[in-house]
């Protein structure tokens, strides 16, 4: 009985609600193409699901690069988990910064930055996402997978935004 008693408790504190850290990635590309013609791209959603593998598609007022306090829904398959997030733009400077916050069912789900830069020849691209663990059991998989595979999506994303920006799609 006492052994039971200890190992539901464990179990119950991996979902206990905290803050485990954050976790930060970033990834980035250089595009042959001028920073205002990526950060247009980038900015506007209804292109999201034409390079980042991981949105499976967007709704609301998408068709355009948002300005800060506009929101969009976007479906997403991220890591192996399916969902809808709302992101919001918190931070806007044309052709150089912007900033998103998402929530899923009401709780923070996490911030995507990207930043354009000129180069010769073209731009280089920085998206930043930032997400915390909110349990431990979350922080347990962040470290053992997830973390991991949301990483290899985010490289997938940056070689997919090249190929459609210089291919002109």
Not at 48 to 62: K, N
Not at 125 to 134: C, P, V
Not at 147 to 168: D, H
């Amino acid at each position: 009985m006492g052994a039971a008693l200890v190992a539901a408790a464990l179990i119950a504190a991996m979902f206990v609600p905290l803050d485990a850290g954050v976790t930060r990635i970033v990834s980035v590309v250089d595009i042959a193409r001028p920073p205002q013609d990526v950060y247009a791209y980038v900015t506007t959603p209804a292109n999201w699901p034409r390079w980042h593998p991981s949105s499976l598609a967007v709704s609301g007022d998408a068709d355009h690069s948002l300005n800060v306090g506009e929101t969009v829904v976007e479906d997403f398959h991220v890591a192996g988990r399916r969902g809808r997030a709302t992101w919001r733009v918190t931070l806007r400077e044309p052709a150089q910064r912007w900033r998103i916050a998402g929530q899923i069912n009401g709780q923070d789900a996490g911030i995507v930055t990207y930043a354009v830069a000129p180069i010769e020849g073209g731009t280089h691209f920085q998206r930043e996402l930032e997400y915390g663990a909110h349990s431990l059991l979350f922080a347990f998989l962040n470290a053992v997978t997830l973390r991991r595979q949301i990483e290899e999506e985010s490289a997938q994303a940056m070689r997919q935004l090249k190929a459609n920006l210089e291919s002109g799609r």
